[in-house]
């Protein structure tokens, strides 16, 4: 089936959404290109427009993921299981090259490298346990069960509902709708599960062969997906209408807030389309060359890695004091860029960057700059020149998206890189002028410590991807 490049409007309701069949292929019915496999040794192939999933004795869970990510998303595929075999279809879901760790109501839970983590949309029949909870949401190398579990559902009463709607030795049906925080699962066009969670806004789709260790008589059982289809979707305000816009093109959800955003205050700092509140930290006016705007992408192009020699660095119009920023980035093999907060455009005119404490964003592996300056102070995430990022911290891929927060509350400002703290500073502090006595900006008097400043996106003559600026501003107006 071709993708359709329009998009239509659905309305709000309560429970599942229904709409007509548009929307994007995930599987072209021939092999698996655009599919990437991770984590353990079971065989994928494709037999008869489908994807067959066989398990294999002494391996690990197995993947077979998207080679891109989805955030908010209506997702239909059918299913067809041996009633040996666990599996399931993870979405949101990620695996990074570092181990990180995530702490959830006061418990910390590691997460190996490499290891495959997030929502995963069970296929759960198991006749010997009687517990039928296909459609049900478990979350994969981290907390287990959460519909029904942790977030909600009885047991019993999904198990028996389960019995009744799966067809065994059949295809089955499900609708996944994820957008914001919400997730909702159907099966055979039943509501099935429910839950809100913000853990993770993002991730790839990947189709589960659960591992069967040592138990021989699980070896080649099979599970089957067909009929992969996904739509994108934005929430966008019509009047008092809230609806949601369904597009099979770039992902429609980007550059736009939840409704639970909105309520606590946030704002878009970029539109997704225009310099909008946005100047050069050289002058009053946008860059005329050099910045583009594409897709609901805020791209700095390649220009050969030197320091704002090309398009420059850009900075909001508005001032920032007490303030949370998020913006999600992307970057290229080698590139170098930052984000950095307190600007005063007034300093430093001549070459080079404009001057503020930086959130630094770099590819370690590639970079020299990694290795220059103290314990890994110009690393990604960390306050650059000053102090550094734990080797710890989470990272994802190149080419995948990152996403930096920045808390600044009074003098006190945190930096987290995908959810978890990298540094933490108070500005004007003997502790801060002791940092800035041996960094870089101890030309600067009083660097850092100004009451308010610009938000500056930095060109480094590397290609970086940026798109979700979004800041909640403290400071009533």
């Not at 990180?100 to 490298?113: D, F, L, Q, V, Y």
């Not at 420059?312 to 970057?331: A, R």
Request: charged share 25%; glycine share 12%.
């Amino acid at each position: 089936m071709n993708c359709l490049h329009s998009s239509f409007i659905l309305l709000s309701t309560c429970g599942i959404v229904t709409a007509a069949s548009i929307g994007a292929d995930l599987f072209n019915g021939k092999d698996l290109d655009g599919w990437v496999q991770r984590g353990g040794k079971a065989k994928y192939a494709v037999e008869d427009g489908c994807i067959v999933g066989t398990s294999t004795l002494n391996t690990t869970n197995s993947f077979l993921c998207t080679a891109r990510d989805y955030g908010d998303f209506i997702l239909d595929y059918e299913f067809k299981v041996d009633p040996r075999l666990n599996s399931g279809v993870q979405i949101r879901s990620h695996s990074l090259t570092m181990a990180s760790e995530i702490t959830w109501e006061g418990k910390k839970i590691s997460i190996p490298a490499d290891r495959v983590h997030g929502y995963q949309i069970e296929i759960d029949p198991d006749p010997k346990k009687d517990r039928w909870w296909s459609a049900g949401i478990y979350d994969e190398g981290r907390r287990g069960w959460l519909f029904p579990g942790a977030l909600g559902g009885d047991g019993k009463v999904f198990g028996d509902q389960g019995r009744k709607i799966f067809k065994q030795g059949d295809w089955n049906k499900v609708h996944v709708e994820a957008v914001g925080d919400s997730i909702k699962t159907s099966l055979n066009g039943t509501p099935c599960a429910e839950i809100k969670d913000a853990m993770s806004p993002s991730g790839f789709i990947a189709l589960q062969v659960h591992s069967i260790g040592s138990e021989k008589d699980k070896d080649g059982s099979q599970v089957r997906w067909r009929n992969l289809r996904i739509r994108e979707v934005a929430t966008v305000e019509i009047g008092t209408i809230t609806a949601k816009t369904v597009s099979t093109g770039e992902p429609a959800s980007m550059n736009t807030l939840t409704a639970a955003e909105t309520a606590a205050g946030w704002r878009m700092l970029w539109d997704g389309k225009t310099s909008e509140g946005w100047r050069s930290a050289h002058g009053p006016d946008f860059p005329k060359e050099g910045w583009k705007m594409e897709n609901g992408l805020l791209i700095v192009p390649e220009s050969g890695g030197l320091e704002s020699a090309a398009a420059g660095d850009i900075i909001t119009k508005e001032e920032f004091s007490d303030f949370e920023l998020s913006v999600d980035f992307k970057i290229t093999p080698g590139a170098n860029s930052g984000i950095k907060i307190f600007v005063d455009p007034d300093l430093n005119k001549g070459a080079g960057s404009s001057i503020g404490p930086e959130f630094q964003i770099l590819d370690d592996e590639r970079h020299p700059d990694a290795k220059l300056g103290k314990d890994g102070d110009r690393t990604i995430g960390s306050l650059y020149d000053m102090m550094p990022a734990p080797k710890t911290k989470k990272v994802n891929p190149i080419g995948e998206w990152n996403n930096a927060r920045i808390l600044s509350t009074g003098n006190h400002v945190t930096y987290w890189l995908n959810g978890e703290k990298t540094v933490e500073f108070e500005r004007g502090s003997q502790e801060w002028r002791d940092l800035v006595a041996g960094s870089k900006y101890h030309v600067w008097p009083a660097f850092g410590e100004r009451a308010s400043g610009h938000i500056l996106l930095q060109d480094h003559g590397n290609q970086v991807f940026y798109k979700n600026v979004k800041i909640r501003d403290f400071v009533k107006k």
